[in-house]
């Protein structure tokens, strides 16, 4: 009798304990525990964080193992645990918080014409020219990364040039599929082209006469810091479609984010690059690349993130926090244009990054909704040029107007495939209104082809429509220098304000981010051979501009905090383009500090700002206390009435609230000459008096540091919430010594901005790849 009672618990408890365990639903958290003191070891560290773990545990289900232990500069780990022990470990003394993690929600910040160049398969291709170290002197003894070893990648692929390579694979693993090395390396190898590209902006090697593929752009293609050295940290994979067997994105998962930022410190880089970032803002302290930059300040590190492509609409930045450098893409002087010829004589402007040309003559021209087989044309679709919908009958020997618009899952080469499948002779790939005039494409198309904006779209399909025998010649594609006005932002860079805190100007700067030549391998997909250098657009392109120069103001002042850099990049920056007149959007406007911050960086400036608005760790931490975020670092008490938030020492001043009169707190340390008298100077925003006290600062020798005022009044209510700017007007305000103009922006409201929460999603494109780079000088 006994025996079988055993025997039924045994059962049961065989029987309840798989019921149980799908109960308890286990999900991936992070736990967060602040910094470290200095006084223990990794291993002594990793001791700690096992006990923390084991001290929740319920049962030994699942096991007590931890993913990342982080133990350079973040302390943390990142462990599988169900929601209570999550709780548990949320309640201890010591954990700061406990955040689930979750797949999907940083993407790289690459443009829709990037996404779709069609070029997937391919962090770092370490062949390339781009990364080759002659001359360069031995690796520093301070640096103390590794060259971690996996597929197609080993301890040889680095030199003096790239002197650190690491992945980053578990957090992904977890959520999605093992990695399937026919999709990407698992090593640091690059797999797409993102990673290489945006390397090579920020440090690659001077490498004379390359060019794009299609031989355009040609000339030398260098970094913004050519002798740094280059350390990369890959962080996201491929997401694969299991039924199609296809790639079907890239996700770069916040555990793993973590644990490469977190390395990186502890290697010694001096200059992070970080091209992704979260698709939806959220506080500082849930997001990963914001608290791992926050522990990279305490080291003096910069970091430059894109702010985003998902402009022109307000509010759309990322990467918010004031120790980031959050950075705005602009155009360069640089177009490839192939512009179309029409029969009437019209001449339409088109960019093309194809070498295939048409003979000189006219041909016929056609709307592609007007040559699908015929069962084809009521279908909405029609004329997208789908797989399959071309007639070749009614196709053959024409020239075929494309549509394309902002939901199209259809990349534009796969389009020049369709109508060269058909027998059509060129493509024209035309955007719809939701596109605009801008968001031109330079693909390298298998056939002669090029992208025209809504405006060129609606005078060709008019002219096909009014004529009986309309025809067209698209001019073969040539680099166009010179152009002008340049720089202007480009349409789809991120903009401001700052949708997490509105009194923190955002983003901070713009840098080139369209249309930017940059090391590439991989084999052309329109059967042009194999590939080195090819243009890219997106902030992702624009933030490794800023972190190759913050090298080089690095190199020039190697013990300048994080925040003194950011500050001499800010304060000379330009607000004229190459006209000598205010630098424009794409629809014509006058940029304004949503757009680019302080304006566009200038190299031959930066080194030497003159002043500099410096800020330490303890002021991060003391402005995160100012918003309510007071238990990021446990070892750190906030005072008990926190500063306001507008005396944190920036270089740029946002008040989005302004009731009656605003005194706001500056520090000027001077770096310029000995001695020198800077005078103040304003344009007051709108509306807005702004009074500086004093108004003029000597300083007697370097280093000296001066403090003044800033008086903000409303002369009179402030625009209309329905303006483009939402209620707000622009100002700066400048010091200047004769040598030296040390600008700050002013962006000024009364009610604040009307955020548009945008819950539909805009995309059902396929999300970019590549990975994070992090450099030294
Ligand atoms: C690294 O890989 C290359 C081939 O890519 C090979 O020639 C070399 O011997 C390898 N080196 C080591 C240390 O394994
Ligand atoms: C990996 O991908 C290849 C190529 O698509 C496929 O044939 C293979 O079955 C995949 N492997 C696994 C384990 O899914
Ligand atoms: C640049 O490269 C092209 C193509 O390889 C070659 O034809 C040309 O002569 C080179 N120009 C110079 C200045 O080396
Ligand atoms: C962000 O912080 C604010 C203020 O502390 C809070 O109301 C809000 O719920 C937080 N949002 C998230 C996503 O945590
Ligand atoms: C148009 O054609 C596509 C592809 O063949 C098909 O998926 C879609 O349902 C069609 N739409 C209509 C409205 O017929
Ligand atoms: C688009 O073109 C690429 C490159 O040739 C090809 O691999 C892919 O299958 C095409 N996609 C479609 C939907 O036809
Ligand atoms: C910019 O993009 C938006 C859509 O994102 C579009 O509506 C607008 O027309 C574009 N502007 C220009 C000038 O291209
Ligand atoms: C097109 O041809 C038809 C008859 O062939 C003629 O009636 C019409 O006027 C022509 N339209 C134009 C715009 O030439
Ligand atoms: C909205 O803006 C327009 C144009 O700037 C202006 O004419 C109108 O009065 C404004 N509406 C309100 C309610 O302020």
Not at 732 to 750: E, F, L, M, N
């Amino acid at each position: 009798m006994k025996n079988f009672a055993k025997l039924l618990h045994l059962v049961s408890f065989l029987v309840f304990l798989p019921i149980l365990a799908s109960c308890e639903k286990r999900e991936l958290y992070i736990v967060y525990l602040g910094d470290h003191d200095g006084s223990k070891t990794h291993q002594e560290i990793e001791d700690t964080h096992h006990r923390h773990l084991l001290s929740v545990k319920q049962n030994e289900q699942g096991g007590s193992h931890i993913m990342y232990s982080y133990k350079n500069s973040v302390n943390g780990f990142a462990a599988v645990l169900t929601a209570e022990e999550a709780k548990l470990l949320s309640e201890k003394d010591e954990v700061v918080f406990v955040a689930e993690d979750k797949p999907n929600m940083f993407s790289l910040r690459t443009t829709r014409s990037w996404e779709f160049m069609g070029l997937e398969g391919g962090s770092i291709w370490p062949e390339s020219r781009s990364f080759n170290d002659e001359g360069l002197g031995p690796v520093p003894k301070s640096w103390k990364g590794i060259c971690q070893a996996g597929i197609s990648f080993n301890s040889s692929h680095c030199n003096r040039k790239i002197v650190g390579a690491r992945y980053y694979l578990k957090a992904y693993e977890y959520f999605h599929d093992k990695l399937n090395n026919s999709f990407d390396f698992q090593s640091p190898r690059d797999s797409f082209g993102h990673g290489t590209h945006t390397a090579s902006i920020a440090a690659g090697r001077k490498v004379e006469n390359v060019s794009d593929i299609g031989e355009f752009a040609r000339g030398t293609a260098t970094g913004g810091a050519p002798l740094a050295r280059l350390a990369v940290y890959k962080v996201c994979w491929p997401l694969i479609d299991r039924i199609k067997n296809k790639k079907s994105g890239t996700d770069c998962v916040q555990a793993d984010i973590l644990a490469a930022m977190d390395d990186a410190i502890g290697d010694g880089v001096d200059v992070m690059s970080i091209s992704l970032g979260l698709d939806d803002p959220v506080n500082h302290t849930r997001d990963t690349i914001v608290i791992g930059a926050l522990h990279a300040i305490k080291k003096n590190i910069v970091v430059s993130c894109s702010a985003g492509n998902s402009g022109p609409a307000g509010g759309s930045a990322g990467n918010l926090a004031p120790w980031v450098i959050s950075v705005a893409a602009s155009t360069i002087d640089r177009i490839i244009s192939s512009p179309v010829v029409l029969g009437n004589g019209i001449k339409i402007e088109g960019e093309s990054g194809t070498p295939y040309k048409l003979e000189k003559k006219m041909y016929p021209l056609v709307y592609a909704g007007d040559v699908v087989e015929p069962h084809l044309f009521t279908n909405s679709s029609a004329g997208l040029c789908l797989p399959g919908f071309l007639s070749p009958e009614k196709t053959k020997g024409k020239i075929v107007v494309c549509m394309t618009n902002f939901h199209d899952a259809i990349r534009p080469f796969n389009k020049s495939q369709e109508v060269k499948r058909a027998g059509g002779v060129g493509m024209i790939l035309a955007n719809s209104p939701d596109l605009g005039d801008t968001n031109l494409y330079t693909n390298s198309y298998n056939l002669p082809s090029t992208s025209v904006g809504a405006n060129g779209a609606t005078t060709i399909l008019n002219y096909i429509k009014s004529s009986n025998n309309s025809v067209a010649q698209i001019e073969p594609a040539m680099t166009v220098l010179g152009i002008k006005p340049a720089p202007s932002m480009a349409n789809w860079s991120s903009t401001g304000p700052n949708p997490i805190d509105e009194d923190i100007l955002k983003p901070d700067i713009a840098a080139p981010g369209a249309y930017i030549l940059g090391a590439w391998e991989k084999q052309n997909n329109a059967g042009l051979g194999y590939m080195k250098y090819m243009m890219a657009s997106g902030t992702s392109m624009a933030a490794p501009h800023v972190a190759g120069l913050a090298a080089l103001v690095k190199a020039v002042h190697p013990t300048w905090s994080s925040a003194a850099i950011r500050s001499a990049l800010m304060t000379t920056a330009t607000l004229t383009n190459n006209l000598g007149k205010p630098i424009i959007t794409a629809s014509g406007e006058v940029a304004n500090p949503f757009h680019f911050g302080s304006g566009h960086v200038r190299p031959t400036k930066a080194a030497d700002p003159g002043l500099i608005y410096d800020a330490s760790f303890t002021d991060y931490l003391l402005y995160l206390c100012s918003i309510g975020d007071q238990k990021v670092v446990p070892s750190f008490h906030c005072p008990k009435v926190p500063p306001s938030v507008h005396d944190l020492n920036h270089p740029s001043l946002a008040i989005s609230h302004l009731r009656g009169t605003k005194i706001v707190k500056r520090t000027v340390t001077n770096v310029g000459g000995r001695k020198s008298v800077y005078r103040a100077s304003v344009r007051a925003p709108r509306g807005i008096s702004v009074k500086l006290s004093p108004n003029i600062l000597y300083f007697n020798r370097v280093g000296e540091k001066q403090s003044f005022t800033i008086t903000i009044k409303a002369k009179r209510s402030l625009r209309a919430r329905n303006s483009t700017t939402g209620g707000y007007s622009f100002g700066s305000y400048t010091w200047k010594d004769g040598i030296h103009v040390v600008r700050s922006p002013i962006a000024v409201s009364q009610t604040g901005y009307p955020f548009v929460r945008n819950t539909t999603p805009v995309k059902n494109l396929p999300r970019g790849v590549g990975d994070k780079e992090v450099q030294r000088g």
